[in-house]
C-alpha cells in the first residue's frame, strides 16, 4: 500500500555567521521550526548545513555513533519534537 510522503526544505547562507556550532544550531532550530510547520515527514537539509563556510577537517567534527555529538543530538531532537525525518548529504 502507498502513500504521499510530505516533504519540506530549508535553506540558509551562513555566510557572515559566527563560526560556532551552539550558534549555528541555533539559527537552525528556527527554520527547522518553520519547515515543520507544513506536517511534513521529512524535512530537507543543504550539504553542510552546519559546516558552511567553516574551516575545519572531517575528523575534527565527525560524530561516532551510538555516542552522539551536539549536531546529531540536535537533528535527533528536532525529529522527534515534530515527528519528522531530517536528511542531508554529508559530502566531506
Do not use: C, Q
Not at 58 to 67: F, G, I, M, R, Y
Amino acid at each position: 500500500m502507498s502513500r504521499l510522503v510530505g516533504v519540506s526544505s530549508t535553506s540558509f547562507d551562513n555566510a557572515g555567521v559566527e563560526k560556532k556550532i551552539e550558534k549555528r544550531i541555533k539559527i537552525w532550530e528556527n527554520l527547522i521550526d518553520t519547515a515543520s510547520l507544513d506536517g511534513p515527514d521529512i524535512i530537507l537539509l543543504p550539504e553542510h548545513f552546519i559546516f558552511s563556510e567553516m574551516v575545519y577537517k572531517k575528523t575534527n567534527v565527525a560524530e561516532l555513533l551510538p555516542e552522539a555529538g551536539p549536531v546529531t543530538k540536535f537533528l535527533s531532537r528536532k525529529a522527534k519534537e515534530h515527528k519528522t525525518y531530517s536528511a542531508f548529504r554529508a559530502g566531506f
